[in-house]
């Protein structure tokens, strides 16, 4: 059973089938199904198709039904059902401590295990002949209206109206509609429950649009149609909002019942348009006059002798007529804005169970019923006019129960045999053009003679072809399958060329880039090369000069004089170099403190040249270190920088692994890594670390632009 079935309920059904009475029934219908098989040469039941299956179970269940098995299991089943049910309510009594009382929980659990049984058996509905005579409760009113009413084509039809957006949904008068089912729900006195609730009104007023835009007439809708959806609205009530407008679901449900109601609808309910509805007007009427002739001829005499054109004579032509004069503005609107709503749902609960028997004919009862209580207001009345007065004036202070015991005591007998009148039919029987297929519902089979029996080979190439055509059907949902396959792999391949085109790119980009810094740092070891080049010849040249004086000394020891001059002018500082070319004063970096060298007789020369020597010599590696790291406060600046900037490249280093793969890579992450891909890694770290660096450089340089244009303004 389905999800929604009581627990109650289910526990019963595992009981049953536990018990032995069950199993001799199953037994039984074993037998009866195999000694179908047999008679039709049929060797295993699987054989059969659904539609010829079902037929199988459907005689053998007939054909035992009457026997002792089928008698004593739905004894059991009655028992069992009846005990499952009383436990229920007792249990609730015992530990929920409910506010109903113990018959209200025995109805109300009888009515969900029948709405459950219907909602999975739909063409069970016939078992809603039991509630002859009885209101339905709402919930089981509003499935079984829904059941006998279904119409999946005109459901289809609205919902792909919705969908689309089509103008189909809107008549042309769709504002007069609006208004006029405005006006009908707050004027109409047996409406008030249906007044000021907006879910309501949105519902009519688009199922009236709708229907009329589906008329395709250039008339408006006649004032019987906003009545006939009233009762619609009434079931659905529950199920809508008051203050907020009702949803597809619900319209398209109102949509599907009321035109197929509309279409099913008797002649005498209708008005003469394109076909001439009198005849069977006239047989309705004559039908009531029987009846009221039957049971209450002083009311038939009444209403003949009010309706006669000759006083002193009426006939039953008369009764016929004054009949057809009084009940025809019922009928039109099948009793609405006539009686209360729940009445009114009463007498449309039996009209609609008995949809699906055709010799069923509940509403003439009705109206005979109607004006037999209604007959003391009617012998007041001395013309037809004043009986046309009293229908319309005293029938809506009538209640349900009045329609029952009326029912009950003088017309049940009658109806309960035509709406049963079906279930004495004959063994049911195959429909040859259902034999593929869904099977129709049993309600619908014939019940005439058998069709001829199809033959083995017939029957084996049926089976063929439906398992041809399940095989097709299966290689066309497996092509499918693998043409979605292969779209997917042709969008992957696209996005992974798309990807490597991307990588390319920035490889080039970083080939440019790292080409540009390689040849960058080829300029500055050039230049540092060519620096040091012209320290070197400057320091040969003046290892030079210091020999050529030394030979000079040997030469000439005594001349100190000479030697002293030619000192001084051979020994000349050497020029700056251009790497010394700078726009500032060099700091003169203090001279280590030395002795003054001893001047030995004979020696003068040599002591003072090795003197200049040394200090030239000083001074050109102090002013080389300067070059290279500075000193002072511009040393400890440079330090702190070259420290930051090592602190920003670990930092960005760390984030752009935690931005690539979510935590930090240790070495053994890089020792287990192939060769491609660290390759690939290390190229996605640097390009990470790089836009991280540009970013900064990027925001230091718009501040820094930012702080000379200040500055620039404040001048």
Known sequence: ???????????????????????????????????????????????????????????????????SSFTTLNAQVSKMLDMALNNEVARELLEDHPVNTKSDLVLGHARDGAVSLLQRWPDMRDKLHLCLNQPLPPTLRQLAW?????????????????????????????????????????SEPTFKPLANHYGVLTAMQSVLSYYHASLQTASTLPDMDYLLLVPFLAVTQNTLSVDAPAGDNVKALLVEEFITYMAQRPGYMREAGVRDFSDEKSVFADTVADLLQQHDDHLATAISTAFATDKGNPSRTNLVQGLKTLLQPLLRVMFVGYLQLDCLLYIWDQ???????????????????LLMLLREHFFKCKNSHQMEQVLSSHSRKLHMHQFQYEINKRFYRTLHAQIHKDDKSTMPVLDPTQSVGMPPPWTHWSVEKLPPRQKAHDRRQAREEREAQRLRFVEQQKAEVEMKQEDELARRREEERQLELALEQSRRQQDQERLALEQELDAERQARYELQKRADDQIAMLQKQIDELKRMKDTKPKSAAPSETLSTFSLKAPPPSAATHVTRTWPVAPSPARSEPSRTPGTPDAVKAETIMRDLVGRIMQGTNF????????????DQQT???????????????????????????????????????????????RRKVEQRHGSNSRQGTNSRHGTSSRH
């Not at 999946?152 to 103008?167: D, G, M």
């Not at 699906?356 to 109206?367: C, E, F, G, K, N």
């Open 146 to 186: 829904k059941l006998h009413l279904r119409n999946s084509k005109l459901r289809r039809q609205y919902a792909t109206a919705v969908k689309t957006e089509s103008p189909s949904l809107k008549s042309p008068w769709h504002r007069e509609i609006c208004q006029k089912c405005e006006d009908i729900l707050q």
């Open 643 to 689: 420290r930051q900037s090592l602190q920003a490249y670990n930092k960005d280093r760390r984030e752009a692994e935690i931005e690539i793969f979510g935590r930090r890579i240790s070495s053994r992450d890089w020792n287990t890594m192939a060769s491609g891909e660290r390759t690939n890694t290390q190229g996605r770290l640097a390009d990470a670390v």
């Open 351 to 369: 009209y609609i169970i008995g949809l699906d028997v055709p010799a069923y004919q509940v509403l003439p009862t009705i109206s005979t019923v």
């Open 627 to 638: 070059l290279a790291h500075s000193s002072g406060d511009e040393k400890d600046t440079l």
């Open 1 to 67: 059973m389905s999800s929604t079935t009581p627990e109650w309920l289910e526990g019963c059904k595992h009981h049953v089938t536990e018990t032995n009475e069950w199993k001799s029934f199953t037994v039984e219908l074993f037998d009866a199904i195999q000694q179908q098989l047999t008679e039709s040469h049929v060797k295993y039941f699987s054989d059969l198709s659904e539609a010829e299956k079902e037929l199988f179970m459907e005689r053998a269940v007939r054909a035992i039904q009457h026997g």
